[in-house]
């Protein structure tokens, strides 16, 4: 497989795990991405992987439909023969967090390279993972990705999956555009079957981070950011009222007002998913990061946990917590690339035999609550 615009990995991971499920495993013949810090992570995870820190457009730099370039035919002569594109290319562009550049920012043509390598690379399967609002892109790089595919002979969908309903305990959605090359799949096979919602009970935040209550830890991904003594307050107010919203008249003079940011000074419930996790899990003031039963916001290792990642997964080779919480805040659920994997070592789209029933948990790709 490739992964472009890798961060620390999310989509390979759940990638690996699918095929380690079915007696596979991944080679990952490339990973992207132009943060230093990110690909460390990944290599510390992935050590057999061929990494490279790299803007994805220096490698792919030719126009959609057009001959390959002198960098393009270097990339698909060290990669050959390839089941497996994905890339959750940079997407505050579109975010709905962002409403000031939202739409007209040049980080949404990143989109297209993800269908220019595919291009390149003749991948059997291309995901592309993306935020909800990248289909009111004012450049149409949905629409555009999906005719350069269909044109280069991919049977090609999109969808926004809820990821609560693929076993991740956040309420987290995303954008997926999954292509197949048409001769991979039998005529029947209808690929829109690959992005329909999992079946499991959605879990909840006591199943993702519970244990970690009353972790003995100090480890530097177990320790919380240090609040503010403000702020210190606002979290005992929460707890010692049994509140979740903190009331206006505690918040910072701008939030005093009629305003949207309900969430934000926020305590997590136990019992439901978390909020979307981003870089600012540490911080109070960017969202419902609270713990549900502590002073504290989360920390990395629970933020980790939320997004999916396993305990066994290292992040060390991270060096500062910013980078730390913009590596996990940026990552991709592995739940996501796992279930997609998995649908499609099903269809024996890669040519290998489809899952073992003795082995499959819970009757194929559905988690357990
Ligand atoms: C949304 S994150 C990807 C998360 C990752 N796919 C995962 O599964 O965890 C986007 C990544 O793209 C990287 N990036 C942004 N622009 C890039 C570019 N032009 N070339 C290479 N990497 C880039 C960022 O550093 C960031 O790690």
Redesign the pocket.
Known sequence: MV????????????AAEAANGNGLAVDVRLA????DA?IRVFKANFPSAKTQV?????LFDGDLGAELSSPERGVARSVGDLDLL??????QGHSSLNNHTRRADP?NR?YL?MARAAEVLRPRVVII?NVPAVVHDSEGVVDRATAALTASGYAVTNSVVELVHLGVPQKRRRHVLVGVRAEHVSDEFDVATLLRAGTGRARTLRWAIGDLEQHDSTAWTDLPSRASDENLARMRWLIENRKYDLPNSLRPRCHQGEHSYVSMYGRLKWHEPAQTITSGYGSLGQGRFMHPSLCRTLTPHEAARIQGFPDYFTFDSAVTRTELA??IG???P?AL?ATLVRRLIAAQVFATPGPDPLQSESGGDEFAP
């Open positions: 992964d472009l615009f890798a961060g620390c990995g999310g989509l390979t991971l759940g992207v991405d132009f943060e990110a790299a803007a994805v457009e220096a994905v890339g959750g290319p940079p997407c980080k990143f390279r993972e913009v590596i940026n990552a991709v592995p690339a």
